[in-house]
């Protein structure tokens, strides 16, 4: 579930952290052992945000690393526009987000006819920043085949900053976790 309230800036603000890998897939074998990218059950992600879930992933399809692309472009569509742009188009509806059958209809709202660019917001900030919301675009493409990549979105937001006299702050290399962190967290 990458959502806002999973994400954590560490002490320097050069990092995020990641919490919550309930829905998590991932994207390469670990320790040589093949890891098959799976979704744990359409009850569990039931549970969960009605907002967060990428179309393929309430469909049945098995999670795959796209979803993730998927909510993380979410979470940059919400801090660009300044709200829930999920929440904005099927709020008229009237689904009761706290009920099993109100997320269930959401999410099939969502996977039916959910279209960022269809967001009032988004269109007041088409004009001045079309490069950056057609990152926001690619992340939440329906489609999985067609979503962009985490990589690709980076990349192109490196070049939009660059282009802009921005320069992004060199990144640090990743800091080795202690033998035995799982134990930190029990």
Same mark, same amino acid.
């Given at each position: 579930?990458l959502s806002?309230?999973?994400i954590?800036?560490?002490?320097?603000?050069?990092?995020?952290?990641l919490a919550?890998?309930?829905?998590a897939c991932?994207?390469?074998?670990?320790? @040589?052992?093949?890891?098959?990218?799976?979704?744990?059950?359409?009850l569990?992600v039931?549970?969960?945000?009605?907002y967060?879930?990428?179309?393929?992933?309430?469909? @049945?399809?098995?999670?795959?690393?796209?979803?993730?692309? #998927?909510?993380?472009?979410l979470?940059f569509?919400?801090?660009?526009?300044g709200?829930?742009?999920? +929440?904005?188009?099927?709020? @008229?509806d009237?689904?009761d987000?706290?009920?099993?059958q109100?997320?269930?209809?959401?999410r099939?709202?969502?996977?039916?006819?959910?279209?960022?660019?269809a967001d009032?917001?988004?269109?007041?900030?088409?004009?001045?920043?079309?490069?950056v919301?057609?990152?926001?675009?690619g992340m939440?493409?329906?489609?999985?085949? +067609?979503?962009?990549?985490?990589?690709?979105?980076?990349?192109r937001?490196e070049?939009i900053?660059?282009? +802009?006299?921005? +320069?992004?702050?060199?990144?640090?290399?990743?800091?080795p976790?202690? @033998?035995d #962190?799982?134990?930190d967290?029990?």
């Amino acid at each position: 579930d990458l959502s806002e309230e999973n994400i954590y800036l560490a002490e320097s603000n050069s990092r995020a952290l990641l919490a919550d890998f309930r829905d998590a897939c991932f994207s390469q074998d670990v320790d @040589g052992q093949d890891l098959e990218t799976s979704r744990r059950g359409l009850l569990e992600v039931l549970s969960s945000s009605a907002y967060n879930h990428a179309p393929g992933m309430v469909s @049945g399809m098995p999670h795959e690393q796209a979803d993730n692309v #998927w909510q993380l472009g979410l979470v940059f569509a919400r801090m660009l526009l300044g709200g829930d742009p999920v +929440r904005r188009q099927v709020q @008229g509806d009237g689904f009761d987000d706290t009920t099993r059958q109100g997320r269930h209809m959401i999410r099939k709202a969502v996977r039916e006819r959910f279209s960022i660019s269809a967001d009032p917001a988004f269109q007041k900030l088409r004009a001045e920043y079309a490069d950056v919301l057609a990152i926001v675009e690619g992340m939440l493409e329906k489609e999985p085949s +067609r979503r962009w990549s985490a990589e690709k979105a980076r990349l192109r937001a490196e070049e939009i900053a660059e282009n +802009r006299g921005c +320069r992004p702050a060199p990144r640090p290399a990743p800091t080795p976790l202690p @033998g035995d #962190w799982d134990s930190d967290f029990q």
